[in-house]
């Protein structure tokens, strides 16, 4: 029985996400092939003025371009299938290897920063309801909702302008140390260089998290099982970790896990600010550049990469309350 369930859990979710990416694609697709980005354009760069009508003609024809829209899906279909994603115009190289080589930079940069925001917000929001009505509650409300209101890329130029130029704690920009090897880049180097853009990159998570734990606690304070413990004479941390801390849990452990599509958006604000060589990056110059089969790959990739983190969410559910477990749900 439990096999059982696992199993349709598994192809549920692996329906799921083949009829969003079909979708996905053909929704971008359609977009793309409507919009003015000229994929010839992109191709031949800065040498355009150059090229006659009949050797557009010849480029257009070599990548297919002059074929019809469905034509041209088809065709970009049959390749993915295929587990080819197509070769990226600006770098001239496979998209898989574009995306892989990209998405390892952006991982440390996502990964620290969706760790710290978690932690912290989780925190200070249960800090803030155990407070509630006090001065500490007020502070982190006031410092919640003025980090919910501040944009990424604001963020990041006060912290490069405050701790870069004016006290030159941090490089400015960059993942690595300008002018040197990469076989001479240590562990310290990308530690120094990740620190701010990670930091930036946090101040999205910890405001949602924290306001959300806050309110969810603050509802099972005013619980009637809560006000009997208490009146056993429980209270505190003790208190908290008896009654409070699985209520509070699953509400911010979803909201965080469904904050990956956030997550993603802001590293592309981070990662240009600060020069960073991820995904983020690579996004932008293809979007400005015109690369196609880039955004494409970049937009697949993305929607994987959120459906994962409610995949994730959606185990973790299991886990943390037995209750939500197929066929056990009260």
Not at 80 to 109: C, H, N, Q, W
Not at 129 to 139: E, G, S
Not at 155 to 162: C, D, H, P, Q, Y
Not at 170 to 190: H, K, M
Request: with cysteine; proline share 4%; aromatic share 12%.
């Amino acid at each position: 029985m439990r096999t059982k369930s696992i199993t349709l859990f598994i192809i549920g979710k692996v329906l799921r996400m083949t009829t969003l990416l079909f979708a996905l694609s053909l929704i971008s697709f359609w977009l793309i092939s409507h919009s003015p980005i000229d994929p010839v354009q992109a191709y031949v760069g800065a040498d355009m003025t150059r090229v006659s009508p009949e050797q557009r003609e010849q480029i257009a024809a070599y990548w297919g371009l002059n074929k019809p829209m469905l034509e041209q899906f088809w065709i970009w279909l049959t390749s993915l299938l295929k587990g080819d994603l197509g070769t990226s115009l600006i770098y001239r190289s496979p998209v898989s290897s574009v995306i892989a080589e990209r998405f390892m930079a952006s991982v440390a940069l996502m990964a620290s920063a969706w760790l710290f925001s978690g932690i912290i917000g989780f925190s200070l929001g249960v800090l803030a309801a155990m407070k509630q009505r006090t001065w500490v509650d007020r502070l982190i409300k006031w410092y919640c909702l003025t980090l919910a209101s501040t944009p990424t890329f604001w963020f990041g130029l006060l912290l490069l302008i405050v701790f870069s130029v004016w006290l030159g704690w941090f490089p400015i920009g960059l993942g690595t140390p300008a002018g040197t090897l990469s076989e001479n880049v240590t562990l310290l180097d990308r530690i120094r260089h990740l620190i701010l853009p990670a930091l930036t990159l946090s101040v999205l998570g910890v405001a949602n998290v924290a306001l959300h734990t806050r309110q969810k606690l603050v509802g099972v304070l005013d619980s009637d099982y809560v006000y009997f413990a208490k009146a056993k004479g429980e209270k505190g941390f003790i208190l908290f970790w008896r009654h409070g801390l699985r209520n509070v849990a699953l509400p911010a452990i979803s909201l965080h896990f469904a904050s990956f599509g956030e997550l993603f958006g802001g590293a592309v604000l981070a990662e240009q600010v600060f020069s960073y060589p991820g995904l983020g990056q690579a996004t932008v110059q293809a979007g400005l550049q015109g690369d196609i089969p880039l955004l494409l790959g970049v937009v697949l990739f993305s929607a994987i990469f959120v459906f994962i983190g409610n995949v994730i969410a959606d185990l973790l559910y299991n886990i943390i309350d037995p209750r939500m477990r197929k066929g056990e749900t009260v």
